[in-house]
């Protein structure tokens, strides 16, 4: 009976344990087994196979928010299972035993720091991809760590982790800074696990001593059926157990040896740009822009980028081709307007990248845009003209003359096919004439334009304006300008509807004939009627 009720107490005690274990294992988020640990005094694992794996995951898990009562009890089931001790700072207590033959790192890591989890990311350019995978991996070995993983995209990027000695951690750093052409980012992150460290320890020493009671109980089984229900017990807490093993092992491991993540990008090789000259313009005009550039063989794909320096957004293309020069490549042209010239000039910068199989270029050229207000003639053609076909016109148009315009010339376009008439026009004056003669009529108007040009600093000026010239027929020797043939066609054509009106009368008459005579003969029939009354 005493052994029946014992064997029912430690059961129940151990199935707690193992479900409370479960719970809170599965909150913890861990999954490792390894049967090939033995524990030390103070709660360290340790390998019986040889040195200590490599984690298969190069990050380290984030530990949950764990409770101040749960904290609280850990603390309190660590003091009274074992011999550790956790002071008011949360370091573990110098008076923890250490076996002999337990890594020294980690161990003078436990017993007289903090277990602190620390990853460095960074990303560097280099200017070559394998020869910085290999001197990274050559680094860790010196520091007496390992290489987690590696790998490399062609020859244009790669990327490789590696875990270092904790104390050996900013010398790492260092040396993969001095390989880097240039440093694109660094961070770095620092996790506390200290406490989660010492919960993880007050469960094991609590599965340890359930354990040892079980063992106990197993051997003074009395039947079969007991001796089951104690080994499945068993086999279910020591599974929890080497879960707990491996846990506390994977924080001492990362904790002891820190984590470096490096992104590596090829260094892009520098490629000569030239955007053509420096530009002037007026306000509203399009001004067109396109590069030149020698890239290396084995580049395919290139991007440009126009950034023209007044705000609007930048203009991105890939449009590349050959010119006649060997080597030499020309950008698809891009037009732009610039419409503040107050601003003016304008630092208008364009940026070439490439890839292939070779690797990467790049390279940048700028050029300085300067904008000023169009000057502006305003230009009046007079108003609109009459005159007869054959005669003489004089056209009169004036303009006006802008300081910074010079060389003023003009052209009178009378806009019917003829020699337009041009002219220089001389200092102080601004009228522009020119006398033409319209040969034929025609029942719309003509269009005369007159232009007027000029030069000022950025370029050529020019206005136009234009004037309606309504051009009649001219007046014969005789009346109306008299013309036999259209006259005897207009005689013919007066007779021809004559003859058609008398046929048309014709017929209705025909018609219409027995009305006729019957009326008529009535009204002979009553005329003789009235003589006959009269005589």
Not at 522 to 530: A, E, N, P, Q, S
Request: a negative charge; charged letters at 25%.
């Amino acid at each position: 009976m005493k052994i029946g009720f014992c064997y029912t107490a430690i059961v129940l005690l151990v199935f707690i344990v193992v479900g409370c274990s479960n719970d809170e294992f599965q909150e913890i988020g861990f999954q490792y087994e390894d049967s090939g640990y033995s524990i030390s005094p103070f709660g360290q694992s340790r390998s019986t196979e040889g040195p200590a794996p490599a984690m298969a995951s190069p990050m380290v898990p984030s530990p949950p928010n764990m409770s101040r009562d749960r904290i609280a009890k850990s603390r309190n089931e660590s003091q009274s299972n074992s011999s550790e001790i956790v002071t008011e700072d949360s370091s573990i207590s110098s008076k923890l035993e250490i076996q002999p033959d337990v890594d020294q790192q980690v161990a003078e890591l436990v017993s007289s720091e903090r277990i602190i989890v620390r990853t460095v990311n960074m990303g560097v350019d280099v200017e070559s991809i394998a020869d910085a995978l290999n001197n990274i991996s050559e680094i860790a070995i010196s520091m007496e760590g390992w290489v987690v993983d590696s790998n490399r995209i062609e020859n244009n990027s790669g990327r490789i982790s590696i875990r270092v000695p904790s104390s050996s951690l900013s010398s790492s750093v260092a040396s993969i800074r001095a390989l880097a052409s240039k440093i694109d980012y660094e961070n770095s992150s620092s996790q506390d696990v200290t406490e989660e460290y010492v919960d993880y320890v007050s469960r094991m020493n609590t599965l340890t001593s359930t354990e040892e009671a079980l063992l106990k109980l197993l051997s003074k089984s009395e039947n079969v059926s007991e001796a089951l229900k104690v080994q499945q017990a068993l086999g279910n807490l020591q599974k929890e157990l080497e879960s707990l093993k491996g846990k506390i092992k994977f924080l001492e491991q990362t904790s002891a040896f820190s984590l470096i993540n490096v992104e590596l990008s090829l260094d892009p090789a520098l490629v000569i740009v030239d955007a053509g000259s420096d530009q002037r313009g007026w306000s509203g005009e399009v001004l067109r822009f396109k590069s030149f550039f020698y890239p290396p063989e084995g580049i395919e794909n290139y991007t440009f980028t126009w950034d023209f320096g007044d705000g609007t957004p930048p203009v991105t293309n890939h449009r590349v081709s050959s010119t006649n020069k060997p080597g030499e490549k020309v950008t698809a042209t891009v037009a732009h307007q610039f419409f503040d010239q107050k601003d003016s000039p304008f630092m208008v910068e364009v940026k070439i990248s490439g890839f292939g199989e070779d690797g990467l270029i790049e390279g940048k050229d700028d050029l300085v845009v300067t904008i000023s207000d169009r000057p502006i003639i305003e230009v009046f053609a007079g108003d609109t003209i009459q005159v007869e076909s054959g005669k003489e016109v004089t056209f009169s148009g004036s303009f006006t003359r802008p300081k910074d315009i010079e060389e003023l010339k003009y052209v009178w376009d009378f806009g019917d096919g003829s020699v337009a008439v041009t002219g220089e026009i001389y200092e102080g004056n601004t009228t522009a004439e020119a006398i033409h003669k319209y040969k034929d009529y025609r029942p719309y108007p003509y269009t005369a334009t007159l232009t007027v040009t000029g030069n000022s600093e950025l370029g050529e000026v020019e206005s136009q304006a234009m004037v309606s010239v309504f051009v009649t027929e001219s007046k014969g020797w005789f009346g109306g300008g008299f013309d036999f043939v259209d006259t005897l066609k207009t005689v013919v054509r007066s007779l021809s509807i004559v003859a058609n009106l008398l046929v048309i009368l014709v017929f209705w008459v025909a018609i219409f004939s027995p009305l006729w005579l019957g009326g008529a003969a009535l009204v002979w029939f009553l005329w003789k009627r009235f003589r006959r009354l009269k005589r």
